[in-house]
């Protein structure tokens, strides 16, 4: 065995590992093209890039940020579409719009659903499954908060009056349309469905079981989406999409795109301030301009400018309840 004095350890001279020197350039990525992811699977994104789709990966230096559908982002590599090519994404262009929630009304993490939306269609089912009215009201808040329009799409007309549900929202101005099943089992009412959503980028939320997939199915006939059906003891529907995808629609209108977004049971709404939600309704906001501050504007505020107004004649009751059911809907959890 050999033996090592301390003079022979004194000069011992530990080998360097063979590194490549760092460096803080960065390449251009001149030759990146542009693309808008449409789906998101298990690390991989689906983009089309002009008219080719094209699936990608995230490039390292993105690191954590996120890359949602709806993304314009910046590609590089293998564009060609072909089987078992993979492009890489490079930069995530800044987001005109994000549509966010959280897991519950407790938790500080957010979700980003989907980027670039224009529109937000809150999907609901007169019946089977009944409507609830505390998710079209976070949905409501959801949109607002985001800068998105609002429409109620409100579907199987053919079992329930719409009214009793439209007069709850008509004081706010949100516009809707009405669809209903034919005898011939086709979708009666798509008509007014597609004008509203020509030239927009809708995203579609609802609860599962109310007709989202089979709207989904007769307004992108290739889209193949799966169709649920409701527990007749729960009255709930099952889960039949679980990504959330974006679908160009045919040229019948302006163009247009929709996101098909998975059947939600939740909707946290911690990131939503009141301040924001009052901002979406500009008649009233403008009567809260001497609130004390820290001022959530709901009902038993001590001195809110919205009572104030009310008593005094200048402000409409109905559209006050109805922005103060949507406050309200920020800390409801039964929905």
Same mark, same amino acid.
């Given at each position: 065995m050999a033996r090592y004095t301390d003079q022979d350890i004194e000069h011992y001279d530990r080998p360097r590992r063979r590194t490549r020197p760092r460096t803080k350039d960065r390449p251009s990525h001149d030759d990146a093209v542009d693309g808008v992811v449409i789906t998101v699977d298990r690390g991989r994104y689906t983009v089309v890039v002009g008219e080719t789709v094209v699936t990608a990966m995230k490039a390292r230096p993105l690191g954590r940020k996120g890359v949602v559908t709806g993304d314009h982002v910046r590609v590089v590599g293998d564009v060609s579409g072909a089987d078992g090519s993979l492009a890489r994404i490079v930069e995530v262009v800044p987001r005109r719009t994000v549509l966010r929630r959280t897991a519950d009304d407790d938790d500080a993490v957010e979700r980003v659903l989907v980027a670039n939306a224009?529109?937000?269609?809150?999907?609901?089912?007169?019946?089977?499954?009944?409507?609830?009215?505390?998710?079209?009201?976070?949905?409501?808040?959801?949109a607002y908060d985001a800068g998105l329009s609002p429409l109620l799409c409100l579907t199987k007309s053919d079992l329930a009056d719409p009214e009793v549900l439209l007069s709850t929202?008509?004081? !706010?101005?949100?516009?809707?349309?009405?669809?209903?099943?034919g005898p011939d089992r086709s979708i009666l009412g798509l008509d007014e469905v597609q004008e509203r959503l020509a030239g927009q980028v809708s995203v579609l939320v609802g609860h599962s079981g109310v007709?989202?997939?089979? !709207?989904?199915?007769?307004?992108?006939?290739?889209?193949?989406?799966?169709?649920?059906?409701?527990?007749?003891?729960t009255g709930r529907g099952r889960h039949t999409s679980t990504s959330a995808v974006m679908l160009e629609l045919p040229s019948w209108g302006r163009g247009g795109w929709i996101i098909?977004?998975?059947?939600?049971?939740?909707?946290?709404?911690?990131?939503?301030?009141?301040e924001?939600?009052?901002?979406?309704?500009?008649d009233l906001d403008e009567m809260t301009e001497d609130c004390p501050r820290g001022c959530t504007h709901g009902?038993?505020?001590?001195?809110?400018? !919205?009572?104030?107004? !009310?008593?005094?004649?200048?402000?409409?009751?109905?559209?006050?309840?109805?922005?103060?059911?949507?406050?309200?809907?920020?800390?409801?959890?039964?929905?």
């Open positions: 224009t529109q937000l269609v809150v999907v609901t089912a007169l019946a089977d499954p009944e409507p609830r009215s505390g998710l079209i009201d976070r949905a409501l808040v959801a929202y008509r004081s !706010l101005g949100v516009p809707w349309v009405v669809t209903r099943r007709g989202k997939s089979t !709207l989904v199915n007769a307004l992108v006939p290739d889209a193949n989406r799966r169709i649920g059906h409701v527990n007749a003891v098909d977004t998975p059947g939600i049971r939740s909707f946290g709404l911690a990131h939503v301030q009141p924001h939600l009052i901002e979406a309704f500009p009902a038993g505020e001590p001195e809110c400018g !919205l009572d104030e107004a !009310l008593a005094a004649g200048q402000a409409d009751p109905e559209r006050v309840d109805s922005f103060r059911r949507l406050l309200a809907a920020r800390s409801v959890t039964d929905y």
